[in-house]
Every structure is written in structure tokens, then in C-alpha cells.
């Protein structure tokens, strides 16, 4: 009782130092079957069950503070080449619950997209996403589940559909090599029309972006935290916004 009045009193105090509100936040949820070995489970796919039921959790925390932009690293493209196709399975299933159950639901201020390649995913998971795109496309704050992603790999697509898209038009290869610019890239990015992140998050303690964001993230600020996603707490949030808060303060000194 006393340790979580203190937690409370001590989560206030991170709260009232947050002097910039950002609007993009970017998260690697790293570590669920090493929290769930951690934890003790036999079975490793368990953390990722917890993981995906605290999303919404830390979603709310989002909202609380004014954060209505928020991607998420669900899973990489390599990961679903590599990864056991049981675990694999296991992991888009609890991607479908949550599209259904949770994130539709019409209390949800999230709007939800996709980010990657959705042509790996099996046609229950697209349609899951498909559903609750459609069912949430009018919300105010918008969650991007990155899915089957690789940073490099979008940037190759984004070239490669400007590059048809020019050539659709009539125009030569060395026309537009000459005025070719970021913003040819970024109207093409899975992300487009959506602000850079401002910050990334990393959890589990690993230092390294993995793919994730690598055109968007160019001038991000990154956090990594030693604690693994699914025991990722509202202070461990809160101590990672304040950090942010305090190294753009010491950038306009």
C-alpha cells in the first residue's frame, strides 16, 4: 500500500516536469519471451500474449499526456521468415484478438494502420487489419501497428514506386534524378502523412533501432530501457517522456 502511494506521488512529479508534449512516439516492444522465462513460464509464447494486452495499457498512458500519434514495432519482416511458425502463428492470432476485441472497440480513441509488408501476413491477419482500419479510420489519435516491416526494404518500395510513377507520366530517369528530393521518398513511405517520431522507445535494455524507422527516425531522439515490454510500467513511460523533455529543454539553451 505504501510502495504504490509512493509510486503514485513520484508518477505525478515525472508528469508535472514534462514541459514538451510530443506528438509522435515511436515503440520497439522488445523482450516478451524473455519476461515470460523471467517470469517463470514454461511456454515463452506467453509473454507475448501479456505483451499484447499491455499495448492497450500503455496506450492510455499515451492519451493521457496528450500523445495521439504512436507506432508500434509488432514484428519485423524477419522475424516472421525466422521465427517457429508455431510462435509465428500464436503471435498474428494475438494481433487479431486485439484488432477485434480491443482496439475496435468504439471507446478507443485510436485509429489504427499498418505499416509493412502485409502481403506475408495470412489472410485472417489482413482482414483483421483491414476491419479495424475501417472500423476506426475516423478517430482523433492514430496507432501504427508495424507489421512484416524492415526499415530498408520501405525505403527500396518508396524509391521503386516513385521511379513507376515517373515513368507512368513520361518522364525520363534523368529527369528525375535531377530533381529528385526526401519528399519524393516520404509521400511514399508505409508511414506517409504522418509527423517523424519524436521519440523511440526501446525496451528489454537492447541499444539498436533493428530496422525500425530508419528514414522516419533520422533526427528521433531514442530511449532504451532495461525492463522487458511486457513489465514496462507507467514510471518507466513517464521517466522516458521526462528524458526527452529535459534534452530539447538543454537544445533550446
Request: proline residues 3%; hydrophobic residues 40%; positive net charge.
Amino acid at each position: 500500500m505504501i510502495t504504490s502511494l509512493a509510486q503514485r506521488i513520484y508518477e505525478k512529479r515525472l508528469r508535472r516536469a514534462l514541459a514538451v508534449v510530443q506528438r509522435h512516439v515511436a515503440i520497439v516492444t522488445d523482450g516478451n519471451r524473455r519476461w515470460a522465462r523471467q517470469m517463470g513460464y514454461a511456454d515463452a509464447r506467453t509473454g507475448h500474449r501479456h505483451g499484447a494486452a499491455h499495448l492497450e495499457r500503455v496506450l492510455g498512458w499515451c492519451d493521457e499526456v496528450g500523445i495521439s500519434c504512436v507506432t508500434v514495432y509488432a514484428a519485423s519482416a524477419d522475424n516472421l521468415r525466422k521465427r517457429a511458425a508455431g510462435e509465428v502463428g500464436h503471435l498474428l492470432r494475438l494481433i487479431e484478438e486485439a484488432c477485434r476485441e480491443r482496439l475496435a472497440r468504439p471507446s478507443s480513441p485510436w485509429s489504427v494502420r499498418t505499416a509493412g509488408r502485409i502481403d506475408m501476413l495470412p489472410d485472417s491477419t489482413r482482414l483483421a487489419l483491414k476491419e479495424v482500419g475501417e472500423a476506426t479510420l475516423d478517430r482523433p489519435s492514430t496507432l501504427t501497428v508495424a507489421l512484416g516491416y524492415d526499415g530498408r526494404e520501405e525505403v527500396v518500395e518508396a524509391v521503386r514506386r516513385r521511379l513507376a510513377e515517373a515513368a507512368a507520366l513520361g518522364e525520363s530517369a534523368s529527369s528525375l534524378a535531377e530533381r529528385f528530393a526526401p519528399d519524393d521518398i516520404d509521400v511514399h513511405l508505409y508511414t506517409s502523412g504522418l509527423p517523424d517520431p519524436d521519440l523511440v522507445i526501446r525496451t528489454s535494455g537492447e541499444q539498436r533501432m533493428s530496422g525500425f524507422l530508419l528514414w522516419q527516425s533520422a533526427f528521433s531522439e531514442l530511449y532504451f530501457c532495461d525492463v522487458y515490454w511486457p513489465g514496462f510500467r507507467k514510471v518507466d513511460f513517464l521517466r522516458a517522456l521526462r528524458a526527452y523533455a529535459g534534452r530539447m529543454g538543454a537544445a533550446t539553451d
